[in-house]
Structures are given as structure tokens and as C-alpha cells.
């Protein structure tokens, strides 16, 4: 479905990945783990091209390196960063509709709003108020919302559980895993391992730039070195 090689990409002079190299298969999720500052955000951002990347990026086998981001989501990545944009001042499903691609109708979709409704009930109890006053767990919802609504065959999700209550945590959790039972995969950037882990079919670790690591869950967990040096605090 995505394979990215020899994926390099600058910010300034500062060369930020480092030949970096991944896959997601169909209905997969891959979590891409790090300590902060190594490069993870970034390597979804040069996949979505929003930092210019050097190297391959095929998406069923097509190469994106040099495609504009919005070319890139119409091919079919969606991608939900961080920072949880939503547009504050429209309702939430003014926000729903808002990820809808350019003369597609929501019948098209394989993701309706009702089934987004019912993936996640808080969102149809907020559905016509304003999208400031929802919780830091129903906005990291709707934006994961959102892009689905774009029907995207990869979404790329940058640490969806960050400053969440454990409760919400495992509803994003359950979310993600019957995203992808519906046939998108899903490449999950996460700080949490014990999240990361329990979904994950594949992980890979990066630091200083590169993956120094890939495998299943269960090599991660038995691999102490690795998790000493390039995860734990």
C-alpha cells in the first residue's frame, strides 16, 4: 500500500531525516515510535509532502516525491497532525462535512456521518454546537473524524492519546482498530507504548533520523537494548 525508501528531508540546513525507510500494508497498523525530536512528525509530513522529501514515496505504486500535498490526499493519505486543527468557530458537523473531497457526495464515501456518529456517540450529542467547546478528546476524535470522511485508504494519525484521560485513550484505541478492520490502514505515530503495542501489527523506532528498529510487538518487548536506549526515559 505506502513504502517509503531512503526517505530524506531538510528543515533549513539541518538534515532532519536521514534515510528513513517504511511500509504499510492493506488494513495494517504500523506504529512508528521515538523519543521526541527524532524525526517521526517529520516523516509524515514529508509523506504528505509539506516538507519537500528526496528518496521514494509509492503508494500503490505510484511515486509521490514531488506531488503537492493536496495531490497526495486525493490520491488517497489523510493525515491528522498533532495539533488537532478543527475550525472553532463552525459546528461539528459543519467540520464533518469540511473533509469531504472537492465534488465528492458523502454517499460516495465509505465513511457517512452517521457512522462516524456512531463510532464515537460524543460527537452526536455535540453535532450542532460550536467545535470550541468540545473536550480534548472529542476534537482529537472529530479531526480523526474528518479525515475519514475524505475516505482515505492510509491516514496518517501524529500522537492521537497525547494529553488524554485514560478512558479516552482506549476509546482512541478502539477507534483505530476498527478503522483499520474496515480496510484503512494506518500509520500511527504514539508516545505510548502500552497503546502502541495492544493495536500494532508491525512498530518501527527511529532515532537521530533513522529506523533503528523494526518488527512485531512481541520483538520489541523482548528486545531491551533497543527499548533502553531508543525509548525508555
Given at each position: 500500500?505506502?513504502?517509503?525508501?531512503?526517505?530524506?528531508?531538510?528543515?533549513?540546513?539541518?538534515?532532519?531525516?536521514?534515510?528513513?525507510?517504511?511500509?504499510?500494508?492493506?488494513?495494517?497498523?504500523?506504529?512508528?515510535?521515538g523519543?521526541?525530536?527524532?524525526?517521526?512528525?517529520?516523516?509524515?509530513?514529508?509523506?504528505?509532502?509539506?516538507?519537500?522529501?528526496?528518496?521514494?514515496?509509492?503508494?500503490?505504486?505510484?511515486?509521490?516525491?514531488?506531488?503537492?500535498?493536496?495531490?497526495?490526499?486525493?490520491?488517497?493519505?489523510?493525515?491528522?497532525?498533532?495539533?488537532?486543527?478543527?475550525?472553532?468557530?463552525?459546528?461539528?458537523?459543519?467540520?464533518?462535512?469540511?473533509?469531504?473531497?472537492?465534488?465528492?457526495?458523502?454517499?460516495?464515501?465509505?465513511?457517512?456521518?452517521?457512522?462516524?456518529?456512531?463510532?464515537?456517540?460524543?460527537?452526536?450529542?455535540?453535532?450542532?454546537?460550536?467545535?470550541?467547546?468540545?473536550?480534548?478528546?472529542?476534537?482529537?476524535?472529530?479531526?480523526i473524524?474528518?479525515?475519514?470522511?475524505?475516505?482515505?485508504?492510509?491516514?496518517m494519525?501524529?500522537?492521537?492519546t497525547?494529553?488524554?484521560?485514560?478512558?479516552?485513550?482506549?476509546?482512541?484505541?478502539?477507534?483505530?482498530?476498527?478503522?483499520?478492520?474496515?480496510?484503512?490502514?494506518?500509520?500511527?505515530?504514539?508516545?505510548?507504548?502500552?497503546?502502541?503495542?495492544?493495536?500494532s501489527?508491525?512498530?518501527?523506532?527511529?532515532?537521530?533520523?533513522?529506523?533503528?528498529?523494526?518488527?512485531?510487538?512481541?520483538?520489541?518487548?523482548?528486545?531491551?537494548?533497543?527499548?533502553?536506549?531508543?525509548?525508555?526515559?
Open positions: 500500500m505506502l513504502e517509503v525508501s531512503d526517505l530524506h528531508a531538510y528543515y533549513g540546513k539541518s538534515h532532519i531525516l536521514q534515510g528513513v525507510h517504511l511500509t504499510v500494508g492493506e488494513g495494517e497498523i504500523v506504529s512508528l515510535l523519543r521526541n525530536g527524532v524525526g517521526r512528525s517529520t516523516t509524515c509530513k514529508a509523506i504528505m509532502g509539506e516538507v519537500p522529501p528526496s528518496g521514494s514515496i509509492r503508494f500503490r505504486g505510484e511515486e509521490l516525491v514531488g506531488r503537492k500535498p493536496y495531490e497526495i490526499a486525493q490520491a488517497g493519505i489523510g493525515y491528522v497532525p498533532e495539533n488537532r486543527d478543527i475550525f472553532p468557530g463552525m459546528t461539528t458537523r459543519q467540520n464533518l462535512l469540511l473533509g469531504l473531497k472537492p465534488g465528492q457526495k458523502e454517499e460516495d464515501s465509505r465513511w457517512s456521518m452517521e457512522q462516524m456518529f456512531d463510532m464515537f456517540s460524543n460527537l452526536r450529542q455535540r453535532a450542532d454546537v460550536e467545535a470550541s467547546v468540545l473536550s480534548g478528546g472529542e476534537k482529537q476524535m472529530l479531526t473524524c474528518r479525515t475519514l470522511m475524505g475516505d482515505p485508504s492510509v491516514i494519525i501524529d500522537e492521537p497525547e494529553g488524554l484521560a485514560p478512558k479516552i485513550v482506549q476509546q482512541v484505541g478502539e477507534m483505530l482498530e476498527q478503522i483499520a478492520q474496515r480496510g484503512v490502514s494506518i500509520l500511527l505515530v504514539e508516545q505510548k507504548l502500552t497503546i502502541a503495542l495492544k493495536i501489527s508491525r512498530v518501527y523506532v527511529m532515532g537521530h533520523g533513522q529506523v533503528v528498529f523494526e518488527g512485531d510487538p512481541a520483538s520489541l518487548q523482548e528486545n531491551e537494548d533497543i527499548r533502553r536506549e531508543w525509548l525508555e526515559v
